[in-house]
């Protein structure tokens, strides 16, 4: 069947806030999983598709970064 992949993008300048992967917690998640479940149901029109949550992270700026990309982390 299809699988829709969503992804979390989360980007942070430089360490002194905490790793971008910080920023995903359960609760953040969890909204992210309820709006995707809604746009495949209701925009796609496929309740049946698999649903797969990565997510995008970026340490750095446009100059100099370090890019993450996590697959099905929820």
């Known amino acids: 069947g ?4 969503v992804f979390e993008v989360k980007q942070r ?3 002194r806030y905490g790793h971008p992967a910080e920023a995903l917690d359960a609760r953040k998640l969890k909204r ?9 149901t209701y925009v796609l029109r496929q309740p049946e598709a698999n649903l797969r949550f990565d997510a ?3 340490l750095g700026n446009e100059r ?9 982390i929820g």
């Open 2 to 5: 299809n699988t829709v992949v």
């Open 13 to 15: 300048k430089d360490a």
């Open 32 to 40: 992210v999983h309820q709006t995707a479940l809604h746009y495949v």
């Open 56 to 58: 995008v992270l970026i």
């Open 64 to 72: 100099s970064y370090r890019l993450e990309h996590s697959k099905d």
